[in-house]
């Protein structure tokens, strides 16, 4: 199964993107990325850290996401908004709410991501005028500039898709350099498809796909608290789902998730761990972490 790591969320048809600068990094690089689904579904599914101390647009995502709903994701980098008490989350729902009344949308149709230093606020006039700005320059065009916005420590930006012979495709984006661990990684990843998908059916793809993909990742034994991965189908193909696409999903992840090792933070090797013959697959996971992380 060929995958193209040089397209990324806007190869399947009805989805735009862009990727701006907004002044979140000290290092004047871009910082601020929207998606947006044109229907005719807004299918998502989302899979988030578990650790104990989640951002607040984690929470935030993870709120709007309950109906498996969503016309937008819009991600920063630079600012995690994590460990920010009530002021952050706050500060995630103007996000999603400056998008949605840009887009034409509710709120509750826009989930959140963002990424980089935790503990600090969101400078929010910034940020408001970034997300203006964004939206504005919205396009079939602008999947390589988002995947550049999500960068922080990251050397390259993380794209993949997948064009099936019957017209449907994924695509997808991803930033994650540090804190690499099982349970995601401290990264953001948006996965957009043209395949129509009920909720259910994408929530089953998307959590059996990151279970073989960035759940097996590990650079550090560290686990963020903003990790995010969540997964937009807009049905613009009127193909159904087939096994094809669940192949071609965990391929896609599989392909992110490498390309997420192969950039870890002073890392100089990639190793593959296979374990044979365990009684489960549970075991041989445990096994197989175990020796990863062994000094």
Sequence with gaps: MMIDQTTGVTTPQGFLAAGVTAGLKKSGKPDLALVVSQGPQYTAAGVFTSNRFPAAPVQWSRQVLVDGQLRAVV???????ACTGSQGQADAQSMAEQVAALI???PSEVGVCSTGMIGLMVPMDKMSAGITQVAALLSTEGGEA?????????TVHKQASYTSAAGWRIGGMAK????LAPALATMLVVITTDVQLTAAQADHALRGSCAKSFD???SDGCMSTNDSVILLANGASEIPA???FYTAL???????????IADAEGAEHAITITVHSAASEDDALEVARAIGRSN
Excluded: F
């Design 242 to 244: 087939d096994q094809e």
């Design 75 to 81: 991600l920063n980098s630079g600012s995690a908004n």
């Design 176 to 179: 994650g350099a540090g804190m």
């Design 146 to 154: 988002a995947a550049k916005a999500i960068m922080t420590t990251d």
């Design 104 to 106: 034409g949308v509710e």
């Design 216 to 218: 097996r990742a590990d």
């Design 250 to 260: 965990d391929v896609v992840c599989i392909s992110l998730a490498r390309q997420l």
